[in-house]
């Protein structure tokens, strides 16, 4: 309850804050506090000290630049959560955000406000060394006595010229002069190294592994239990949930959960609960377990356990048999409309097979039923073996309790993978549901190395069921924040991606910059964009008077071609002062643009999407931002394309609906590039005059901030 004693210690904090750092109180940021105070500060709990009620207590805070949105809910959110006595797991989007929040803003607020807090960084499995893979990957001759699961992998030697990196991890990790965490060690891993030595939630066992105690993953998640504050990532807390919760974080009961950059929550959130796999890559792996079945010593084999060694291969044979099945149906299927594929972001996709709707037709379901039916089978004998090994655990010697131990851990793994083989199927044959968002479903054709192959993959078109389940209902409490949550003015499009109730709070919380100072500048430009050479040829000739006086400047581009393009037309001259996204790292770019600057330099920063979000140049080293169109997203994705179909099939236009929407965010994100304190100004270049051409223009032009408008 939000009572004198809360509200006083929420204040206090906020002004010895202030105080210690000779600050002076921002406007946005109060009302930040304000409103996260009033939302998260009347939860009403009951027994077991959980929330009562089904309605989840959620602030969306739209937070603008130089608002101080960290600041604002650290101090408020943590008194909270201590007077609750729950935790709290702050999610950012980005690595370049957690540290910051790590680094800097939760040191500076422990400093500073008096308050009592403890705090972490909280990474996945793939941030971390696995003691096991590592083992194997070294000495796999010598583990041969208890690898008898692994022979395929022994076959698999790793290549010589890593052996000595490999040892040299191993004895800094023995020695205990490196932890184990691989952002830790002083030197670029390869990835060919990371995949060596590294697991996943899929293929870790857990407490069941040989060497869990030595752990450095597990070492990290026991020291998070002790922690007032975590710091994770969008990722990691998707996947904890989709896990039960509380298994690497703490349990959504008991967590008060801050989303900061939270726009990307609802995307995160459909790649996380999407799914494939390829029909001739299941059968081969069917065919790897038999063979490690088949390998299981006779020592360990009691009367149940070979009776379900001998069971399980039977299954995986009529599951082969189906699967070839479905391979053959798609293969000479002529009513299927397929997609040939050219772009190479498609990996080893060739063409692709996408059902209307997600509609799959009707044989394809049917016999699809069979499979689902055949998993659900399998999933129950790998448990019930994994359950007689266990049993058989409590009555072995030493030797004989080593090889189930392996066993078991190899049970674990495979039983987490069948289960979501079998919840593919599942997704991928279920009838469609008239009063539910439809489920995109596609085929990809795969090439490998000249072998065929046909993905099946499933994705929500919307997380927001998703979301609502694993996440809103469960959770304590949450805050969602962002400089870009509103959609042309308003929520609604954001809290029906997320998921959120009717009764979230939403707020927005103007940036306290002059915006007056910043002039939005439209080109009389004789093309438009969708005549591709003729806007590119403009761009290209316009950009050297453009710029010319600008001491650091950003073009971003909406497409990598047009990008490449326009800086093959600009003289050669003007190319020189551009500094051009892929090729150098993003980091990489931004410190060079910032050394030239610094000297005196004129620089032009080039790049795509990446450079109009997250980016921080202040001064001069931006007084100019120039777009060279309003980007649209043409929804080209099996996904984008579904979710266009089911809304044309409600009457409803998907280009206002989805693209002007998501137009009018990434365009705020773009402008917000040029004002990053109060004392900034300069201009905008908007090389599209379909925003004052076109009647969705004002629109947009309403959702920016209140730029200086000048139309030449």
Same mark, same amino acid.
């Given at each position: ?47 077991? /000290? ?26 408020? &959110? ?80 790793? /290549? ?257 993978? &069948? ?19 439809? &489920? ?157 600057? /610094? ?16 980016? /921080? ?93 000048? &139309?030449?």
């Amino acid at each position: 309850m939000l009572n004198d004693a809360l509200k006083g210690a929420i204040q206090g904090a906020y002004r010895q804050f202030l105080n210690k750092k000779e600050l002076k109180p921002r406007h946005g940021q109060k009302q930040m506090i304000a409103v996260l105070a009033r939302t998260l500060g009347n939860i009403q709990i009951g027994e077991k /000290d959980l929330r009562v009620g089904t309605n989840p207590y959620v602030a969306v805070v739209e937070a603008g630049t130089g608002t101080g949105k960290t600041v604002a809910y650290l101090l408020s &959110v943590i008194p909270i959560a201590k007077s609750y006595d729950k935790r709290i797991v702050i999610s950012t989007a980005t690595v370049a955000l957690q540290e910051q929040i790590v680094l800097k803003d939760l040191p500076d607020v422990q400093k500073n406000s008096g308050l009592d807090f403890s705090f972490a960084l909280a990474k996945g499995r793939r941030r971390y060394m696995c003691p096991a893979n590592l083992q194997l990957a070294l000495s796999p001759s010598q583990n041969q006595q208890n690898t008898f699961l692994f022979e395929d992998e022994l076959d698999q030697q790793t /290549d010589q010229a890593l052996i000595p990196l490999l040892d040299e991890l191993a004895q800094a990790f023995e020695s205990k002069e490196w932890s184990g965490d691989l952002d830790d060690w002083p030197d670029d891993l390869s990835d060919e190294v990371r995949v060596k030595v590294t697991t996943d939630q899929h293929h870790c066992s857990g407490r069941k592994c040989p060497m869990y105690s030595q752990c450095p993953f597990f070492e990290a998640r026991q020291s998070l239990e002790k922690c007032d504050v975590i710091v994770a990532n969008h990722d990691l807390v998707l996947s904890d949930l989709s896990l039960g919760g509380g298994y690497v974080l703490p349990a959504p009961e008991s967590t008060l959960y801050v989303f900061d950059e939270g726009h990307h929550l609802p995307d995160k959130a459909i790649n996380h609960f999407s799914s494939q796999v390829g029909l001739n890559e299941s059968r081969l792996w069917h065919k790897q377990l038999d063979r490690v079945l088949g390998r299981v010593p006779q020592t360990l084999a009691s009367t149940s356990i070979a009776e379900l060694c001998r069971i399980i291969p039977i299954i995986h044979s009529e599951l082969s048999e189906y699967l070839q099945q479905h391979f053959n149906l798609l293969d000479h299927s002529e009513g299927l409309p397929r997609e040939n594929l050219t772009d190479s972001e498609h990996d080893k996709a060739v063409a692709r097979i996408r059902f209307e709707l997600g509609e799959v037709h009707q044989t394809l379901r049917e016999h699809a039923e069979q499979v689902k039916l055949l998993y659900s089978r399998l999933l129950t004998q790998f448990n019930k073996l994994y359950d007689l090994v266990d049993d058989e655990l409590e009555d072995k010697d030493h030797t004989e309790k080593a090889e189930l131990e392996q066993l078991q851990a190899w049970l674990s793994m495979v039983t987490t993978e &069948v289960e979501r083989r079998q919840l593919l199927w599942v997704r991928y044959c279920a009838s469609p549901a008239e009063n539910y968002l439809p &489920v995109a479903r596609w085929i990809d054709v795969t090439d490998y190395n000249h072998q065929i192959d046909y993905q099946i993959n499933t994705s929500p078109i919307q997380a927001s069921e998703d979301l609502k389940v694993f996440l809103w209902q469960r959770c304590f409490g949450a805050v969602v924040t962002s400089a870009t949550l509103t959609a042309l003015g308003s929520f609604d499009r954001f809290k029906a991606n997320a998921g959120l109730f009717d009764n979230a709070v939403t707020e927005q919380v103007m940036s306290p910059f002059n915006w007056q100072s910043a002039q939005l500048v439209v080109p009389n430009l004789r093309s438009l964009p969708s005549q591709e050479q003729q806007h590119s040829d403009d761009i290209a000739l316009r950009l050297p008077d453009l710029t010319k006086n600008d001491k650091g400047s950003l073009i971003l581009f909406s497409s990598r071609r047009q990008l490449q393009n326009v800086m093959s037309i600009v003289p050669s001259t003007y190319r020189e002062k551009c500094l051009i996204q892929g090729e150098m790292s993003k980091q990489e770019l931004i410190k060079r643009h910032k050394q030239r600057v /610094d000297l005196g330099l004129p620089s032009v920063l080039v790049g795509l999407a990446s450079l109009a979000e997250g980016v /921080d140049l202040p001064g001069d080293y931006c007084t100019h931002v120039v777009i060279a169109r309003i980007p649209f997203a043409v929804p080209d994705d099996p996904v984008g394309k579904t979710l266009a179909e089911w809304l044309e099939s409600k009457k409803i236009n998907p280009f206002f609906h989805i693209s002007v929407a998501d137009a009018s965010v990434k365009l705020v994100q773009a402008c917000g590039r040029l004002l990053r304190t109060e004392q900034d100004s300069g201009r905008i270049t908007l090389m599209d005059r379909r925003i004052v051409t076109q009647r969705y223009g004002q629109a947009l032009i309403n959702s920016l901030p209140p730029y200086t408008l000048v &139309v030449e």
